[in-house]
Structures are given as structure tokens and as C-alpha cells.
């Protein structure tokens, strides 16, 4: 079946470290899309992505930076500069009927 | 250009209908409306767009009012598995079908027994 698959589920990352997160799809989907979701914030936009190696910032880029070096993978990495990286992390991707998200990675700093 | 979203919560009965608004201070192209249960992936419920029709699915449907700027989502004699919180997400960009969506706050509906 088609879809993403965002890897791991849950993530612990100590101050001071860069942890990536994983997006995969296997839908055949130009666009992808990295949202940071906080409670009672909805959805912000962190990165997306409408073609191989290129990515624009979205409302909250600072302290992630992004990749797409194929159709299919659109890692997320949350660097040390980023000072509040508690949260819920979706991925997604669109067709012209809408988007699809994935399972999406819980990340806490402990 | 976040659409505003209202209102914030809804509690309802099972079989009670319920009306989920999303307005924008910027002209629409299309809105797109999804449903989130806790702790799992928003799930696409449909797409409007910039003159078509009411689109429907089961017992929720959605209207857009270009004028108005604003898109209305409908629950009819709503069921136990209507909950959820409710996001809307806009474009004006009718450039491009891949641009990005403003995602609103979302709603979050309960239905009880």
C-alpha cells in the first residue's frame, strides 16, 4: 500500500545534539512537507519541498535544516540551535487532491 | 494569512449536527479540511475549490463561500467516531497545486453517547 513512513515513532535527544528524523513515500509525490505540531498551535510549517534538491523555509526553520536528494526521502534534522524541540513532528506529502501525512515522530529533550 | 477557525471546541451528543467555520482575511483559491485523532496523523476529509460545488462525504459536507472568503464544514447526526480535532488548511495560490496550505488551529469536536 502507499504511504509514508516517518522513523522512529518516539525520540529522546539530549541538549546539544542534532537528531534527524526520518520521511519516506511511496506514493510518487513531487511535494513534501516537514509541520510542527504543539498543542493548541495547529500546524506550522517548518520546510517543504516541491522538487528534487530544491526546499524553501516555512514559519519556524530556524534551528532545522532539510535535504531531498531523492523523490522518495525528505529527512528532517533538528539542530542544537533549536532551543524548544519538544513536539509532535508530522511529514507529508501532495498530489493535487490533497495532502497525506505520515504516523508523525514524538520528540522530547530529556 | 492562518485562517481563523471556529469555534475552538465543541462538545455534542451522538445524532446532533454541528457547523465547523474557517474564514480568511486573504482571497481563496481552495480549502481543504482533515481530522485528527490524538496522537495519530491528520486524515484528508476533502477539498474545495475556487468555484466548484459543495463536495460531501458521508455525513459531512463542506460549503465555500468565495465572497464571504470563508469555508463552512457540516457534521450531520454525528457519531462517537466524529471526534477529533478538525483542521482546515487555505491557499490562495492558484498558480501552483503544490504550494504550501495555512493551516488554521483547529477545532476539536467530542461526541458523547
Known amino acids: 500500500d502507499g504511504g509514508i513512513t516517518q522513523s522512529p515513532k518516539y525520540l529522546f535527544r539530549k541538549e546539544g545534539q542534532n537528531v534527524t528524523l526520518s520521511c519516506e513515500q511511496n506514493?510518487?509525490?513531487?511535494?513534501m512537507y516537514w509541520y510542527r505540531q504543539d498543542p493548541g498551535q495547529g500546524l506550522r510549517l517548518i520546510y517543504y519541498s516541491q522538487i528534487v534538491n530544491d526546499f524553501q523555509k516555512g514559519d519556524i526553520a530556524e534551528g532545522y535544516s532539510v535535504s531531498r536528494e531523492k523523490k522518495e526521502s525528505f529527512p528532517l534534522t533538528v539542530t542544537s540551535a533549536q532551543k524548544n524541540p519538544t513536539a509532535f513532528y508530522l511529514c507529508?506529502?501532495?498530489?493535487?487532491?490533497?495532502?497525506?501525512f505520515g504516523s508523525g515522530t514524538r520528540l522530547t529533550v530529556v | 494569512q492562518q485562517p481563523v477557525q471556529s469555534p475552538q471546541a465543541v462538545i455534542l451528543r451522538e445524532g446532533e449536527d454541528a457547523v465547523i467555520n474557517c474564514s480568511s482575511s486573504?482571497?481563496?483559491?481552495?480549502v481543504h479540511w482533515y481530522r485528527q485523532k490524538h496522537g495519530e496523523a491528520p486524515v484528508f476529509l476533502m477539498i474545495?475549490?475556487?468555484?466548484?460545488e459543495q463536495k460531501g462525504h458521508e455525513k459531512i459536507s463542506a460549503s465555500f463561500n468565495e465572497k464571504k472568503q470563508q469555508s463552512s464544514l457540516y457534521l450531520t447526526a454525528s457519531q462517537l467516531s466524529y471526534s477529533g480535532t478538525y483542521f482546515c488548511g487555505a491557499t490562495a495560490d492558484r498558480g501552483s497545486t503544490l504550494g504550501r496550505l495555512y493551516f488554521g488551529r483547529g477545532t476539536q469536536l467530542t461526541v458523547w453517547p
Open positions: 507529508a506529502s501532495r498530489n493535487s487532491y490533497g495532502y497525506t
Open positions: 474545495l475549490l475556487k468555484g466548484g
Open positions: 486573504k482571497a481563496l483559491y481552495s
Open positions: 506514493l510518487n509525490h513531487d511535494a
